[in-house]
Each structure stands twice: as C-alpha cells, then as structure tokens.
C-alpha cells in the first residue's frame, strides 16, 4: 500500500520501477487470501455479488486515484506532489485493514480449508477466458501512446484512467449480479 505514495520520493527511474514491481508484487501476494475470504463470504450474500463487489470497490480506488493526481496536477503541482497526496489513501486503507483484523480475525473455515490438499484443473471457459484477455493493451501503453503523441492532454490522462477504471467498477457490479441469477453455464 505505501509503494505508490513512496513514487513521491522516487529520485531515478530504476527506484520508481523497483517501487512498482513491489506494489505488483505485494498485489499478487495479498490477492489469494482476498479471493478465499471473497468464497467464504459468497456463500451468504452470493458469490457474483461478493466478487462484484470486491471488483467495483478495487475499480473505484483505481478511479479516485488517477482523479486525485489529475486534481493536483491541475492545481499546478508535480507528479511528485500528486503520489504524495496518495499516502493519505494508503494509510486509510492500512487502519480499515487492522480494524478488520481486530473485529473479525481470523476464519477457522479458511484454515480448514487451508490444510487440505486440492487438485485443481481447469475447465474450458477458463482457458477461453485468459484467451480473450491476453490480446488487451494496458492502461499504462495507453497512458503513453497519449503522452507520446500528444492526442491527450498530459493533466487528462489520468482523468481518461478514471474513466476506464469507474466503468469496470458498473459493469462488475452489473456482471456479478448476473452471475448469482442466471448462473454460468459454460463447461
């Protein structure tokens, strides 16, 4: 969480890079215990919802985020100013995530399941799936392009960032919904 504010103090490119693998990793780190509280959660309200939810809610920061910057930017401050203003956000996120540790622990389901050992194979709608996904350009390619060509205003591209990042965070609250009705079907 404070990889991206600590961009602030980023001096060199190899540091603000270093700074990014470690927030990419620290993501991929967390995000297995995120999805087995998600199923656990799932059962009771629906598992669509459930992750959904978790979707729009991670779209949403990834939408106030680039605002912010956007926001600072205009103000006439500086890329550097701009991510320092995120550690207010990150440190926000770090008390929910200790006043969540203190309220509800630990799941002695999850350790349950922890401990037993699954084989896991996957089905096809899986394998279409990262099929589909692998041709996608990312956000940051995008980002570029903008900056490089000057199609983009450089204080607007954060705000065009926002606006991808809110529309996955509708259409994952639309798309989980409709999983818990209809169900997928796919084998």
């Known amino acids: 969480m404070l990889a991206v504010p600590a961009l602030a103090l980023a001096g060199s490119w190899p540091l603000a890079a270093a700074l990014i693998v470690a927030e990419r990793t620290g993501r991929a780190i967390r995000r297995p215990s995120i999805e087995s509280m998600l199923a656990d959660a799932g059962g ?12 729009a809610l991670d779209q949403a920061g990834a939408t106030f985020g680039p605002l912010t910057i956007a926001f600072v930017l205009y103000r006439h401050g500086t890329y550097r100013h701009a991510f320092a203003v995120l550690l207010i956000s990150a440190l926000m996120c770090l008390a929910v995530l200790v006043v969540a540790f203190l309220f509800h622990g630990r799941s002695s389901q999850r350790d349950e399941y922890a401990t037993q050992g699954t084989e896991v194979s996957f089905r096809r709608a899986y394998w279409l799936y990262m099929a589909a996904g692998a041709g996608f350009a990312d956000f940051s390619l995008i980002s570029f392009h903008f900056q490089k060509t000057g199609a983009v205003s450089q204080e607007l591209i954060p705000v065009f960032y926002a606006a991808a990042m809110a529309t996955g965070a509708l259409a994952s609250l639309v798309l989980g919904k409709m999983l818990d009705q209809w169900g997928c079907q796919y084998s």
């Open 44 to 55: 009771s309200i629906g598992h669509g919802w459930v992750f959904g939810l978790n979707e």
